[in-house]
């Protein structure tokens, strides 16, 4: 006749529940370190919010930043991921400014180094008004010379964003990604 044993506990019933439960939760802690490792180190999302950047991209657009910046890999027209000084939130800008420019804005239009700049893809939602630049740098600024390791960004929605008329130049330390897809 057969023999009947009764088990009293899980585990007991279950051998292998301990080695399943072990190998979870690994595997968790795995995925959560290669997740960490992926946004810190080499790539991360950012969901645009607002249109500071409009028309190039809109609300909801997915962007994908790569934290490995070096300085010299910085150019014009680059699309970065800033921390905004003395706050804790971020904005996307581009790149308008690099280390020894000489920057200034007259009715909208930007001059690099006392030429004007030929841009694409910028947007003024309110062409018609010129704020001097005594009232704000919204559409004029006076001359400003980047130092080692300044960038001057803006943003392509010029009259609906905060950007470097509003903080200033932004060092490396600010930045934290560059544009990637």
């Known amino acids: 006749m057969y023999s009947y044993k009764r088990k009293d506990s899980l585990s007991e019933s279950m051998p292998g529940l301990p080695k399943l439960i072990l190998r979870v939760l690994i595997s968790l802690i795995l995925a959560f370190a290669f997740s960490f490792f992926l946004k810190s180190f080499v790539i991360y999302p950012h969901?645009?919010?607002d249109s500071s950047m409009f028309p190039s991209f809109k609300k909801k657009d997915l962007l994908f930043f790569s934290p490995?910046?070096?300085?010299?890999?910085?150019n014009y027209g680059d699309v970065l991921a800033i921390r905004a000084p003395?706050?804790?939130s971020s904005f996307i800008g581009r790149v308008?400014?690099?280390?020894?420019?000489?920057?200034?804005?007259?009715?909208k239009k930007i001059y690099r180094n006392g030429k004007p700049?030929?841009?694409k893809g910028i947007f003024h939602s309110d062409e018609k008004?010129?704020?001097?630049?005594?009232?704000?740098?919204r559409d004029s600024f006076r001359d400003l010379s980047l130092k080692e390791n300044e960038y001057f960004v803006l943003c392509d929605n010029r009259d609906e964003c905060m950007d470097s008329r509003d903080f200033g130049s932004i060092g490396p330390e600010a930045i934290q990604g560059k544009l990637i897809w």
């Open 47 to 49: 969901r645009i919010t």
């Open 68 to 74: 490995i910046i070096r300085k010299h890999s910085i």
């Open 86 to 88: 003395n706050q804790n």
């Open 96 to 107: 308008i400014g690099l280390p020894g420019d000489k920057l200034s804005m007259k009715r």
């Open 117 to 119: 700049l030929t841009e």
């Open 129 to 137: 008004r010129n704020f001097p630049p005594d009232l704000s740098n």
